[in-house]
């Protein structure tokens, strides 16, 4: 008994001894991942900075822009963040920007949808001050349940993705090849019929917030024509709602979907434009 259960702890040791390591390693390393949010949730980033959903993660890369500026692209996902709630304290609690920077709003009606049953205000989870934003973030590795096993997988994704796709190694390889593809895609896709109000209402507040310190740009991002056709179907007055919003505040809006080179751009997907064009969109 006494050799089983010593066998037992040396199995256990070992597996802690394991674990402890792949959690140091890759918290010490500058080429692996955690996974791909716990950056954000690693400073008070005191820059400029990209808001807002999947559309502007993968659209706008933060690297194609002025060294002085010291963009970060802390956007997440259409579920995570919309302009709700605890993305807006979020955005409050983890800038505490520099005079003379860029605040940037990415856009659209998705960008204020209240659609999803399973979004419980995403950030609140966490209950962050801004003590808590750390180089190590314990608290997130234990509410989003980073295991060794989770880190490993991630970072092997990674690299097989890197060795078949290169740079663009974030994204699969889905294609679009056909319009009876993509009018599937478009008629499958989800829209919001109605602008939250309450959304609308965190986004001027962001924009008063920020304004102190920054010049403040709304940014509607190019998607497939035929989406944005649709888009422009289930909320036809979002550019004149947007537009409304910067005149009332002073600021800018960019519809780029308007663009003329917007033929040119290649798409991962209908609503996400390809890492490979993304330096067409800070040329403007």
Not at 139 to 153: A, N, Q
Not at 168 to 175: H, L, M
Request: net charge positive; aromatic share 16%; glycine share 2%.
């Amino acid at each position: 008994m006494k050799l089983f259960l010593s066998k037992i702890g040396a199995i256990f040791g070992i597996a802690a001894i394991i674990s402890f390591s792949i959690y140091t390693f890759v918290l010490v390393s500058d080429s692996l991942k955690i996974d791909l949010y716990y950056e954000n949730f690693t400073e008070i980033h005191t820059g400029s900075f990209i808001a807002g959903t999947s559309r502007a993660r993968y659209a706008i890369d933060p690297r194609y822009f002025e060294d002085s500026l010291d963009f970060k692209n802390i956007s997440f996902t259409r579920s995570k963040s919309p302009y709700n709630f605890s993305y807006t304290e979020y955005l409050l609690d983890v800038v505490d920007q520099k005079n003379d920077m860029i605040s940037l709003f990415c856009v659209s009606p998705i960008s204020f949808e209240k659609r999803f049953e399973f979004n419980k205000e995403y950030f609140r989870q966490f209950n962050f001050e801004k003590k808590d934003f750390n180089p190590i973030n314990i608290k997130y590795l234990i509410k989003e349940r980073i295991t060794p096993l989770k880190i490993t997988y991630h970072n092997l994704k990674i690299l097989i993705k890197e060795m078949v796709y290169g740079e663009n190694s974030e994204f699969d390889n889905r294609k679009i090849f056909t319009s009876t593809s993509v009018n599937k895609m478009v008629k499958n896709y989800p829209l919001p019929t109605n602008i939250n109000k309450e959304y609308l209402e965190n986004l001027t507040v962001l924009i008063h917030h920020f304004s102190k310190t920054s010049k403040v740009v709304l940014v509607r991002v190019p998607i497939w024509k035929e989406l944005y056709e649709k888009e422009n179907v289930t909320s036809p007055r979002f550019n004149d709602l947007m537009d409304s919003i910067a005149t009332r505040n002073s600021i800018l809006y960019f519809d780029l979907n308007e663009i003329k080179f917007n033929p040119g751009l290649k798409f991962y997907d209908i609503s996400h434009v390809t890492p490979m064009k993304e330096k067409k969109l800070q040329k403007l």
